[in-house]
């Protein structure tokens, strides 16, 4: 990840191992992604027989996936399994799902099998759907592996949203959600399988995250404003970060 080096690490808010890479543009930064779910792969792989990740939705990963299918075909695509961190209350064929999406971008261009790709079934409704996606990670032999996530401008992260009643959630590894002012139900993992994942990484791009980041790094503890904040593996976050994303931070 020469393009883009360590910049700095944080300790807190809250416990938590903060470590920050910067990346002057947005091609750079989808490689710093890239490489990084590279090299996680191969040391999963080493120790495991199957590798089990979560892709988060949203514009901002669209580059990754896309270098990821044009440098990646040669992983080995039958040892991972993919999982959504979360997907709207949509049909899989939807312009706004996630699902497709990651599909179109990366999955549909390397030899993926079928049964390795664990989309929410969201026309089962939402409670239905997230009890089948919870029953599908409660399966898995060890807790994710390797996890994106993103963070919109109101600190939300999957569909972890400010205020909501998700957020006191602590047995269930997916739930259904019906945030305000968004157009469909949706279906999210919850802080108890993103804090139990091995490697949690956040991809953040643009000025109009830079505030929301500076104070989820560099504020007060409040998760219930800032719900990115209760993301808390034991082994930390690892943050992408654009120039644009991280102006907020050279004065912290």
Not at 26 to 54: M, P
Not at 55 to 75: D, K, V
Not at 181 to 196: D, G, Q
Not at 221 to 238: C, H, S
């Amino acid at each position: 990840m020469d393009a883009c080096p360590k910049w700095r690490e944080l300790a807190g808010p809250g416990p938590t191992r903060h470590v920050l890479y910067r990346c002057p543009d947005g091609a750079t930064l989808a490689q710093a992604v890239v490489a990084d779910f590279r090299e996680s792969l191969a040391d999963v792989l080493r120790r495991h027989e199957a590798a089990y990740i979560a892709l988060a939705g949203g514009n901002t990963p669209r580059e990754a996936y896309r270098l990821l299918a044009q440098t990646g075909r040669g992983l080995p695509w039958h040892r991972i399994h993919v999982f959504w961190t979360d997907e709207r209350g949509v049909p899989a064929t939807h312009p706004r799902s996630n699902y497709r999406m990651v599909w179109e971008t990366l999955l549909a261009h390397v030899p993926i099998p079928e049964e390795n790709i664990h989309r929410v079934p969201t026309e089962l409704g939402p409670e239905a759907a997230a009890e089948a996606y919870d029953q599908a990670l409660a399966s898995l032999p060890r807790p994710l592996d390797w996890v994106l996530l993103g963070m919109g401008a109101d600190g939300h992260t999957a569909s972890l949203f400010p205020h909501t009643p998700v957020l006191k959630e602590r047995t269930r590894r997916a739930a259904a959600v019906f945030p305000q002012n968004t157009p469909e139900w949706r279906v999210t993992l919850t802080y108890p399988v993103l804090n139990a994942a091995a490697r949690v990484r956040v991809l953040v791009q643009g000025e109009g995250k830079a505030e929301a980041l500076a104070r989820a790094l560099l504020g007060p503890y409040e998760p219930e404003a800032l719900p990115i904040q209760g993301v808390r593996p034991a082994t930390g976050l690892v943050w992408f970060l654009d120039e644009a994303a991280a102006a907020w931070l050279d004065a912290g």
